[in-house]
């Protein structure tokens, strides 16, 4: 069983910065790949990055440069820091871990223009 409880969104300026955080319950956090995934009102969810247990890590073209996702083994933490939010960041956010089909309740991300 897995659960996942994402923490940190809020509402925030274009241009500004918040810091997410998703604490995973579960054995063997290290042998899994883990993600944030966003969706906005009317979209579909899509991913926004991914983080290997060693550390490798990618994103999607519209959040590259500007967030960085990390994790930490020692705590099972999953952050995602954003920064130079704009508009199109709104929505709300969740964590993953790939490969187990289970999703927290996410976290409400609303960048004022």
């Known amino acids: 069983q897995v659960q996942l409880v994402e923490s940190g969104g809020g509402v925030v300026q274009s241009g500004g910065s918040l810091r997410l955080s998703c604490a995973v319950s579960m054995s063997n956090f290290d042998d899994y790949i883990m993600g944030w995934y966003r969706q906005a009102p009317g979209m579909q969810r899509e991913w926004v990055a991914t983080?290997?247990?060693?550390?490798?890590?990618n994103y999607a073209d519209s959040v590259k440069g500007r967030f960085m996702i990390a994790r930490n083994s020692a705590e099972k933490t999953v952050s995602l820091q954003m920064n130079t939010l704009v508009p199109a960041d709104t929505a709300i956010y969740y964590c993953?871990?790939?490969?187990?089909?289970?999703w927290g309740p996410g976290t409400q991300v609303t960048v004022s223009s």
């Open positions: 993953k871990v790939l490969r187990i089909d289970q």
């Open positions: 983080i290997t247990s060693r550390g490798y890590t």
